[in-house]
């Protein structure tokens, strides 16, 4: 859950409601994140299995012969496709201005050698290294996320512990018109919003690898509103510390904001060191989040409900070879695209065949479902559940632009279906 977002978002973020009043959508995002936590929370608990949405809606829809509540798994799956992978590559690409950072002449050099797409097929290239590390077994990975993970921490702790040491509270200021509420303010706060959402997802992993988790109906709620909780507090002291130090009329045009705030403070020798360690963040985020999607498609094959050729494991190595490698390509694609584009791109199209249809599922599973046990149930139902839904039309609302691309990935993947679905038949009437 903790990675490259705050490094990379900072300047957008801050640019979209044009001053550090955006720290508001930070805390609005963070009480929409744990509504919708507590809806994974019920979910992970009642239904614990590999696959996290994929699995909640089949169990609660797509176990019907035919018809539109079996399409919803196959549609997660497939929008996940692109979905997750843009949400992958703009770890990616965010990496790359920080690399530029510590290789000035790096865009040149490129250029000099021909080549194609420069920066962008460097990012390309290293997301297919990361593919690499994670085709083997999963001990040696979950050795590999130890080290990383240790990293990672050091980053965080390095960049709160300095910018609370040299707090400057007078760059704090805000302009004239920070709260005027307006239609420009609000659809300021809606992409400020998707922004932080960004920045807070994963906080739903666990579900990914439900099958796995010792005494699922405890562990997963904890697990879930305590990442929240904490990243939601870490990441508003990053924020705060950086344009404390930084400020934020600068901040928000910077690329790489984190070695800019390193080097204001300690110079760019310990600049350079530091941007060391948020590209090793970089590498152990993608590493992470890469781990656990390659097992979505995968569950969804191995059930049935998804394109066979994603079931296929290693012969000896036992990774889904197929499900892992496919998404590495395709995160290696979205490399190609303005960072800007995968994020926005990446959240609106989940908001709709993910968190939204997680929550009716919820409600559908409480009211028809008497059958399934329910050891953890969150507090105060329905109300953060509806909360929750809220917050998603919010941000859909105030990103209307995006959603023919939401569209369009949900009616091609309806056609697939169909395509998918007849071909089951088939299978299953030769004659």
């Not at 399409?71 to 690409?93: D, N």
């Not at 990012?123 to 996320?145: D, K």
């Not at 901040?251 to 204001?264: D, G, P, R």
Request: proline share 5%; with cysteine; glycine share 8%.
């Amino acid at each position: 859950m903790v990675g490259i977002g705050p490094f990379i978002t900072i300047p957008g973020f801050i640019a979209a409601m044009h001053g550090p009043q955006a720290l508001i959508a930070w805390v609005v995002a963070a009480v929409l994140v744990i509504c919708d936590g507590l809806v994974w929370s019920e979910l992970g608990a009642a239904l614990p299995g590999s696959g996290g949405t994929y699995h909640f809606l089949r169990e609660i829809f797509g176990k019907q012969d035919a018809g539109w509540k079996r399409m919803l798994p196959f549609l997660f799956v497939w929008q996940f496709l692109v979905s997750g992978t843009m949400e992958v590559a703009s770890g990616y690409i965010g990496a790359m201005p920080y690399v530029e950072f510590v290789f000035p002449g790096l865009s040149d050099a490129l250029h000099t050698w021909h080549v194609p797409g420069g920066t962008s097929t460097l990012a390309a290239c290293c997301c297919l290294v990361v593919t690499w590390m994670l085709s083997r077994r999963i001990n040696v990975i979950g050795w590999f996320g130890i080290v990383l993970c240790t990293g990672t921490i050091l980053t965080v702790v390095t960049v709160i512990v300095s910018g609370l040491t040299h707090f400057n509270a007078a760059l704090l200021t805000l302009p004239p018109d920070a709260f005027r509420i307006d239609s420009k303010w609000v659809n300021g706060l809606g992409a400020a919003m998707l922004i932080a959402i960004y920045d807070y997802l994963g906080y739903y992993n666990i579900c990914h690898l439900g099958e796995e988790v010792r005494d699922p109906g405890k562990t997963i709620p904890r697990a879930v509103i305590t990442s929240v909780i904490v990243v939601a507090a870490v990441y508003l002291m990053m924020n705060v510390s950086i344009i404390a130090v930084i400020p934020w009329e600068q901040a928000m045009k910077s690329e790489h904001i984190a070695s800019l705030f390193m080097e204001t403070l300690y110079g760019r020798r310990i600049a350079v060191l530091f941007t060391g360690l948020i590209l090793w963040t970089v590498l152990a985020c993608m590493f992470a989040i890469t781990l656990g999607y390659s097992r979505i498609p995968f569950a969804a094959a191995t059930n049935g409900d998804f394109l066979a050729i994603f079931s296929r494991v290693h012969p000896t190595k036992r990774y889904p070879t197929v499900s892992l490698w496919t998404l590495g390509v395709l995160t290696a694609i979205f490399c190609y695209l303005p960072l800007q584009t995968v994020i926005e791109t990446a959240v609106t199209v989940r908001i709709l065949v993910q968190f939204v249809a997680q929550i009716f599922g919820l409600h559908v599973l409480r009211t028809t479902r008497p059958d399934i046990v329910m050891p953890f149930r969150m507090w105060f139902y329905p109300l953060p559940s509806l909360i929750a839904l809220l917050g998603w039309l919010f941000v859909l609302g105030t990103r209307l632009q995006l959603l023919g691309t939401a569209v369009g990935v949900i009616v091609s993947g309806i056609v697939v279906y169909q395509i998918f679905l007849a071909k089951s038949v088939v299978k299953s009437n030769p004659s």
